[in-house]
């Protein structure tokens, strides 16, 4: 009996404490893009994927081959901050030097418990990188680029209205440059725009030129002995869309051209109108494409809000839904029912119902059921 009672009170005792489970060890491979000769850096970038590779292994998401959100930073400093102690020991077991890129092969050890945690705050999926780079009407071979101006303003814009997340690397400047652009367009190897997906978790990168003519100068004769009264100045825009595919691969998406003029007083002021109308001409062309590919992505996910009873509360969860970014249609099923069109993994989706206040039941790929969090 003594040994009955001892042996209940070891148990209690050892109830009372969390049990943790073992970290889970797992082989995983990373890649980093050679910029200008930096291999430390490449093998920094090659390293950090691969914890994030087995984190994400672990927490079983796989986040790669989706469209990832997150702020700026680089993936090292993400780690650093949201994911640390989940990644608790790590062993390079392989390293193999490229011409442009750096592999490493790493055993991770994770904390599985943990894992899931660094990764939700990933789980948005509204990102794009721009950068369109401009010359200057005139300016040595050095500095011969300044900013699009009116043109990208507009371009983000329209893309902020769609629920991207825009990403232009030129704000920092420190890790690509308009003569790197201006190289891949010329050459058509886009090898190098991997490391813009890498570090800005995104799986489309918009980019393109915008070269500036002085059609006619203030002043020039046009003929019959009329001279012209303003400076005429045409934009030429050149442009591509990469994506990602399943394999991890840039491939265009889409390609255009187009051009538009402004007159004004001043060279100047004529360069930055014509950019305002190629702004109009363009925007819309570019963001149709943009749009396809959603739609060309797009599955049929189920949703279904428990308590919901009456044809208005119906309405008011379509109008929800209709707010979580890249829904692309939504069709009602029955009260509280409804079929979704998304182009992305469902877990984004759930995610999406998760921040606007619902609480998660059941989840597939192809079926989600929620309820809200305060009933």
Partial sequence: MKKTVILLIAAIITSAYPVYAKPVCVETEGEGTVFRGDIPSARMEAIVRSKWAAVEQVAGVDIKSRTVVSDSRLMEDFISTQARGVVTTLQVISEDKGMDTVRVRVKACVEPSDAKDAVSPLALNSSIVVFIASRKLS???????????????????????????????????????????????????????????????????????????????????????????????????????LVRDANGRLKILAAGNNEASGLASNAEDSRNLALKNLAEVSVPSIMDKIKQRMSDLAHTVTVTVEGVTTPDETFAVRDILQQITWVNEIKEEGIGRFSVAYPENSLYLANGLIQKGYAVTRYSDNEIRVRRRDL
Avoid: W
């Fill in 139 to 241: 300016g040595n071979r050095k500095d011969r680029y300044e900013s699009s101006g009116s043109f990208v303003e507009a371009l983000n814009n329209a893309l902020a209205e769609r629920g991207f997340l825009v990403r232009d690397p030129a704000e920092s400047g420190k890790y690509f440059r308009p003569a790197d652009i201006e190289r891949a367009m010329n050459s058509g190897n886009f090898h190098s725009m991997q490391s813009l997906i890498y570090r800005y978790k995104s799986n489309c990168v918009l980019i393109g030129q915008i070269e500036p003519v002085l059609s006619t100068a203030k002043g020039e004769d046009v003929g019959h002995g009329i001279t012209m009264p303003f400076n005429k100045v045409t934009v030429r825009l050149i442009y591509r869309l």
